[in-house]
């Protein structure tokens, strides 16, 4: 026996009128309408919905029969949810449904072999190494997964590799000449970007996050990024940290701070309005 979680979302109704609660019941996207908009806050209406999905947050067991598509939207990935970020959240279902739940999601979980497994990833070796190298990832997770919940005895994605004939990406560094001649031809607030990323070893999210009050006069203290419009924390633990300005970024930083006095103390400063 397992217990089967899920949290659902709520969202707005297509006409803006009520608050909408999404869920999953026997493999199947369902709805609860709960309440209206004027009369209900958001957390309310999550309160509301967090007690309608009690009764079918229940222990249940997992039928040896089930189809890796069922496994990976019933199991899988609601358990992940709960650890990893939105943008992996994204990024994972999306290459998972994609490539894996396409081939194999009427399949029995039981069923498919190493060699099944392998076959599959060779059949993609017409793309990067790296998607390709993500796909094994996924498969040895989902099976690990599988064996501990006891639906099989072992894990058939465990010897899986990624085919030779994936290709690499190459990639073109910056010369010294490049860096002197970009610094020479951008715009302040371009430049300045450039240097946060070639100098500082920003991120673009982390460049484009920072905040006034996140800085000092001689570094910066990286606590946020932005993804896909909304303000996040950085990618990993290791990512927060404070980073130090060289004298050329303190002139280039101070010049655009002089030249954006409207820039509230919390705004992101480099986006632009």
């Given at each position: 026996?397992?217990?089967?979680?899920?949290?659902?979302?709520?969202?707005?109704?297509?006409?803006?009128?009520?608050?909408?609660?999404?869920?999953?019941?026997?493999?199947?996207?369902?709805?609860?309408?709960?309440?209206?908009?004027?009369?209900?806050?958001?957390?309310?209406a999550?309160?509301?919905?967090?007690?309608?999905?009690?009764?079918?947050?229940?222990?249940?067991?997992?039928?040896?029969?089930?189809?890796?598509?069922s496994?990976?939207?019933?199991?899988?990935?609601?358990?992940?949810?709960?650890?990893?970020?939105?943008?992996?959240?994204?990024?994972?279902?999306?290459?998972?449904?994609?490539?894996?739940?396409?081939?194999?999601?009427?399949?029995?979980?039981?069923?498919?072999?190493?060699?099944?497994?392998?076959?599959?990833?060779?059949s993609?070796s017409?793309?990067?190494?790296?998607?390709?190298?993500?796909?094994?990832?996924?498969?040895?997770?989902?099976?690990?997964?599988?064996?501990?919940?006891g639906?099989?005895?072992?894990?058939?994605?465990?010897?899986?590799?990624?085919?030779?004939?994936?290709?690499?990406?190459?990639?073109?560094?910056?010369?010294?000449?490049?860096?002197?001649?970009?610094?020479?031809?951008?715009?302040?607030?371009?430049?300045?970007?450039?240097?946060?990323?070639?100098?500082?070893?920003?991120?673009?999210?982390?460049?484009?996050?920072?905040?006034?009050?996140?800085?000092?006069?001689?570094?910066?203290?990286?606590?946020?990024?932005?993804?896909?419009?909304?303000?996040?924390t950085?990618?990993t633990?290791?990512?927060?940290?404070?980073v130090a300005?060289?004298?050329?970024v303190?002139?280039?930083?101070?010049n655009?701070?002089a030249?954006?006095?409207?820039?509230?103390?919390?705004?992101?400063?480099?986006?632009?309005?």
């Amino acid at each position: 026996m397992r217990k089967r979680y899920q949290q659902g979302s709520v969202t707005r109704s297509s006409d803006g009128r009520y608050w909408i609660g999404k869920y999953r019941e026997d493999g199947r996207h369902k709805t609860k309408l709960l309440g209206r908009i004027r009369e209900i806050t958001k957390s309310e209406a999550q309160e509301k919905f967090a007690e309608f999905l009690k009764p079918l947050n229940v222990e249940e067991k997992i039928s040896s029969d089930v189809t890796l598509r069922s496994f990976v939207d019933d199991v899988y990935f609601p358990y992940y949810q709960r650890k990893w970020k939105e943008s992996t959240l994204m990024t994972n279902r999306d290459r998972v449904q994609r490539d894996i739940i396409s081939e194999f999601g009427n399949q029995k979980l039981r069923a498919l072999t190493r060699d099944d497994l392998q076959e599959f990833l060779d059949s993609k070796s017409s793309l990067s190494f790296s998607h390709v190298d993500h796909l094994r990832w996924d498969l040895r997770q989902i099976f690990e997964m599988a064996v501990t919940e006891g639906i099989i005895n072992r894990n058939p994605a465990a010897l899986l590799f990624t085919p030779r004939g994936c290709s690499r990406p190459k990639h073109r560094t910056m010369s010294a000449d490049n860096v002197k001649l970009a610094v020479t031809v951008l715009d302040l607030r371009e430049r300045l970007i450039f240097k946060l990323a070639v100098f500082v070893g920003l991120r673009p999210g982390e460049i484009f996050a920072l905040r006034r009050e996140r800085l000092s006069e001689n570094t910066a203290d990286i606590q946020e990024r932005i993804y896909r419009g909304k303000l996040d924390t950085p990618k990993t633990q290791r990512s927060i940290r404070v980073v130090a300005f060289s004298a050329s970024v303190r002139e280039d930083l101070g010049n655009w701070l002089a030249e954006s006095p409207n820039c509230s103390k919390a705004g992101c400063f480099l986006q632009r309005s």
